[in-house]
């Protein structure tokens, strides 16, 4: 079997090509820094020859609504295009858990993303959608950050280990399509303003945590639920203390 991973350098792709590569799998490894580019097409029809199965973990360059949606529609439009005149027969897109209640371009922009490739010509798709990354938590601290506080919603939230959507994607990509859609998330529930101040104390940052219901999650307004995956989704096994003792 030949797969194509896209974004094969980001923090789930370098992961999902090691975990394909562990299971004896072809594997394709795309990104600009290897010279194909999914915007503007360049080298992809070579990309693509003789895939069976394409595993889209991209991302876009900044989180704004702009260039969030300029990058998804025009990444997706044209993979897609490429996939199925290529003869590709399975798609696997990696998307956002509660995309459709986060009301904010980075999300619009990710169900566009996972529509463009419901609707394309490519036989059979796999939508697989993951609650927010450790990383995220860090990424929100930066972001709402004003003076010495840093505001978090006093919301619950499932974050989940990088390895361990990598590991879900891979396996949905060396299995049956699903038809429909996946969740993968975190082994314990949260609440989000309690992991943030545990990350300020492990990195020995003095800034006082502020619960602030207000508090954006990268644009969007977020409620005590907003976050969390339904109760079918699967869990991984990596915990928030692992992540922050490594
Ligand atoms: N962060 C979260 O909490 C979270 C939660 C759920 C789902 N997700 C989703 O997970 C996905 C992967 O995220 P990530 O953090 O692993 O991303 P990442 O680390 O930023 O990696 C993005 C990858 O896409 C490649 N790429 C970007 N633009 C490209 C282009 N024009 N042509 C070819 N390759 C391109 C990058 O390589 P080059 O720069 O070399 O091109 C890189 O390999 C995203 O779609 C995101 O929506 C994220």
Do not use: C
Not at 67 to 92: I, P
Not at 145 to 170: F, N
Not at 171 to 188: D, S, T
Request: glycine residues 8%; charged residues 25%; proline residues 4%.
């Amino acid at each position: 079997m030949r797969v194509v991973v896209v974004g094969a350098t980001g923090l789930i792709g370098s992961r999902t090509v090691a975990r394909l590569r562990d299971h004896g799998v072809e594997v394709v490894t795309v990104s600009r820094s290897e010279g194909v580019d999914v915007t503007t097409g360049k080298g992809l029809a070579e990309a693509l020859r003789g895939a069976e199965v394409v595993v889209d973990v991209t991302d876009a360059p900044s989180r704004t609504d702009k260039e969030s949606v300029e990058f998804f529609a025009r990444a997706t439009d044209t993979l897609v295009e490429a996939a199925a005149t290529a003869g590709v027969e399975h798609y696997v897109v990696l998307s956002v858990v509660g995309a459709e209640r986060l009301e904010a371009g980075y999300f619009r922009a990710k169900l566009l993303q996972e529509d463009l490739v419901r609707r394309s010509r490519i036989p059979f798709s796999s939508l697989v959608r993951a609650t927010p990354f450790f990383e995220s938590v860090e990424a929100m601290a930066l972001m709402n950050t004003y003076g010495d506080g840093v505001h978090a919603a006093p919301v619950l939230m499932r974050p989940v280990s990088a390895d361990d959507v990598a590991s879900e994607v891979a396996h949905v990509a060396l299995g049956v399509p699903l038809f429909g859609v996946l969740e993968i998330a975190g082994p314990e529930e949260h609440r989000l303003d309690d992991l943030t101040a545990k990350l300020l104390a492990a990195r020995g940052d003095m800034r006082e945590v502020v619960i602030d219901a207000d508090a954006p999650f990268f644009g969007a307004r977020i409620e005590e639920r907003t976050l969390l995956p339904a109760p079918a989704a699967h869990l991984g096994h990596g915990t928030f203390a692992q992540w922050l003792a490594r």
